[in-house]
């Protein structure tokens, strides 16, 4: 089987891509399918020394640019290297397909290719947070901006299965984003899916806090896609911040400057955290079809890292487990509310 | 006049609250009204040397602590210390209230003596967001978690009145925080709010997103109380863990223990910028009277600070602007809805 890989995904494309399917597929002894202008990938790939590794090119004549709106986008342009990537999983070609693109851009694609796992309300998209203890599943934290109960209940499920079946977490903890450790703390919406959270037959840890969160407490936490998105940005932009800060300072006179450079192999750890290139890249969670997205700045060990992600799971059975899991847990839910 | 501090509000209490009290006293040349309970202030007060500073203390028998729930026990202590002080500035006897303690309790207290300000449909509480550029004001962090467009819309408003009139903001720049910067992103609650922001005649720049809050591109960023309380939970999770990885690991050898020691004073600046004491307290909005919180963590410098706070909101008429532009701005609006 193979891997599609989208050629044109990443800020610096197609460098990391090309370099990244490569080492992959020497790590994974799996044919990584690299979809983009064919122009402009191939003389890099011919360049490289392939040494016979199964890396192939299929054509997509469109681009996604990084300024353009990216779902308008992604409906004009019929034939970019999501789309045509996308229908070599749907035909059967590939089990799994990975870009460092516009995350939106791969909903939409993934949507009108692939459609959902059946029984599923709402697709989310999910990403790794770094925390005390090592990464920490968080979903949604994007693709559905306002959550009913359900939507979030499903997304439990789904994040629960993916922490099992592509992490490796043996009895996921599940931790629900509230104001307030207790039960009954939250908005309507947390108070409405609580009791819903317990019903399912989750390992469910109850209300959790970022303090919680970042601790590590919880394998999987779940949240409406708009509080997921304000918690992903600030946990980024403070991160950035606070170094920029930091940084400044080191710079400041020459006994810092030195102290800089003797501390930096500290600095390495809390860089390497931060480091997306580190998780590679995280699924669409109830797309009928294994999605990943990594980070735009991802660079050719991130786009490694996310191919492996997919072959991990795509070995591990996460779509099958999604399926089975979504039709037995909720066989009586209509598809749509 | 007189500003009346809680004396037993700090987790440390009652030393802050009593060294705080005397600084702040000779610095203001202001009454320092302490309450609380007196067998506990007095002897410290006697020992301290108060120099004839005008600090006086009010007898309060009730003490909310820290591990009880916060409004259940200031419901069944009516003589708690919150509600004592509260009572000295409805009466008129002082012109601001200060507490270092549980944040719910004093919006509990502060409703059930003073009211709200005639026209404002809900209180907010207010945090200061240590950002690039200094500090800026988030409301509300917690006092909502469900919100209208037209709470929203007054937190706004109140939040650019606070701005301008207690920390010298000519012309306050009003973010939404949202899930995208451009306008029609965000949640139901977002998009229906967008408009009335534009409506209010405030110097609005539309929606932020964090990577806009901490570069401090507004001075005021509004959000419903569930979606704030998560970004500053966040804001503090992220830095205290970042801070606790590079601390561990410039322990880690001689060589960046060295560095850790050269580089001491580039830290410095980070610890200020997130240190509670450099900014003292924030005001609970909406409450008929001015109402500080500071945090739990406040030493007497934070206590100090507090209590420079009230003092200069006072002298600027905070409490009065807000009365005037909530009746002036929402003539026709229901008090209730």
Redesign the interface.
């Known amino acids: 089987m193979a891997i599609v890989l989208d050629g044109m995904g990443s800020d610096q494309y197609p460098e990391p891509e090309v370099t990244g399917a490569l080492t992959a597929a020497e790590e994974l002894q799996e044919e990584i399918i690299l979809v983009g202008q064919q122009e402009l990938l191939e003389p890099r790939l011919k360049a490289a020394n392939t040494k016979g590794l199964p890396v192939r090119i299929v054509h997509a004549p469109d681009v996604l640019e990084m300024g353009e709106k990216a779902v308008e986008s992604a409906r004009k342009k019929p034939n970019n290297s999501m789309a045509i990537g996308l229908d070599l999983v749907k035909s059967g070609e590939a089990r799994a397909f990975v870009t460092a693109g516009n995350t939106g851009a791969a909903m939409f694609n993934g949507l009108r290719k692939l459609g959902r796992i059946k029984g599923v309300q709402r697709p989310a998209l999910t990403a790794m947070f770094p925390?005390?203890t090592g990464y920490t599943v968080v979903l949604d934290i994007?693709a559905n901006?306002?959550c009913r109960p359900n939507f979030l209940q499903q997304f439990a499920v789904m994040g629960s299965i993916y922490a099992q079946k592509a992490l490796g977490v043996e009895n996921p903890r599940i931790g629900l984003?509230s104001?307030g450790e207790e039960a009954g703390k939250?908005?309507?919406l947390?108070k409405d899916t609580y009791h819903l959270m317990e019903e399912i037959g989750l390992n469910f840890i109850g209300n959790v806090?970022?303090?919680e969160?970042?601790?590590g407490h919880a394998d999987v936490v779940v949240t409406?896609?708009?509080?997921g998105?304000?918690?992903l940005?600030?946990?980024?932009?403070?991160?950035?911040?606070?170094?920029?800060?930091?940084k400044e300072?080191?710079m400041?006179?020459t006994?810092?400057k030195?102290?800089?450079?003797?501390?930096?192999?500290?600095?390495?750890?809390?860089k390497k955290?931060l480091d997306p290139s580190e998780v590679g890249a995280a699924p669409l969670l109830g797309i009928d079809g294994l999605v990943f997205v990594g980070h735009g700045r991802s660079d050719a060990h991130a786009i490694h890292s996310a191919l492996r992600a997919a072959h991990v799971a795509a070995n591990n059975n996460l779509l099958e487990a999604l399926r089975e899991n979504i039709q037995s847990r909720f066989e009586t839910t209509p598809e749509n509310e």
């Open positions: 925390v005390m994007g901006a306002d984003l104001n939250g908005n309507q947390i806090e970022a303090k969160l970042f601790a409406d896609g708009f509080t998105n304000v918690l940005k600030t946990s980024e932009s403070v991160a950035k911040m606070l170094l920029t800060v930091l300072e080191l400041a006179s006994r810092t030195m102290g800089a450079f003797l501390a930096k192999p500290a600095f390495g750890k809390v955290m």
